[in-house]
């Protein structure tokens, strides 16, 4: 396991890679992760140019190898999330639609909650049924800078 920290628009971010797979990305605040290596691996250095292609409006999906931990239910929640096209929004009930569990709204937030692969596992993603924005693991704060940062990107990219 290793980790690599990077300076991004939302602020320092820590990058966490294991047997050449991303299995966490968070806001490196009050860091308790002095027992993992920092290291330039390839994946982790992919991750972060991947990130400042995405920060910086050039990398609308990304491709890396990714082994978030959850339960199945989880998992499916998170693969959902990868379909929801960048600049765009979906529901906590259209997910749960979507990984055929109509009425697991609440779930769907749990799992969104527990994402431990924001941004690249696009949970910010998800509003709520009256189009508001509703819960964020990094702050709704960071989520409405990350849908705006899309939406002027994709603006931009369609005319």
């Known amino acids: 396991m290793y980790k690599k920290y990077m300076q991004s628009p939302v602020g320092k971010i820590v990058i966490i890679e294991d047997r050449g797979k991303i299995i966490k990305i968070d806001i490196a605040k009050n860091d308790k992760l002095d027992y993992i290596e920092e290291k330039n691996t390839e994946i982790l250095l992919q991750t972060e140019e991947q990130?400042?292609?995405?920060?910086?409006?050039?990398?609308?999906?990304?491709?890396?190898?990714l082994n978030p931990t959850g339960t199945k239910f989880m998992k499916s929640v998170w693969e959902a999330l990868e379909n929801i096209p960048y600049g765009e929004t979906m529901t906590y009930k259209e997910i749960a639609e979507a990984v055929?569990?109509?009425?697991?709204?609440?779930?769907?937030?749990?799992?969104?909650?527990?994402?431990?692969?924001?941004?690249i596992i696009p949970c910010h993603r998800v509003i709520g049924s009256n189009n508001k924005l509703v819960g964020y693991g990094l702050g709704l704060d960071m989520k409405q800078y990350l849908l705006e940062l899309e939406r002027e990107y994709k603006k931009g990219s369609d005319t």
Do not use: T
């Open 51 to 65: 990130l400042k292609e995405y920060f910086e409006g050039k990398r609308f999906n990304f491709d890396l190898p």
């Open 100 to 119: 055929g569990n109509p009425k697991a709204s609440r779930a769907v937030g749990m799992a969104n909650h527990k994402n431990p692969i924001p941004i």
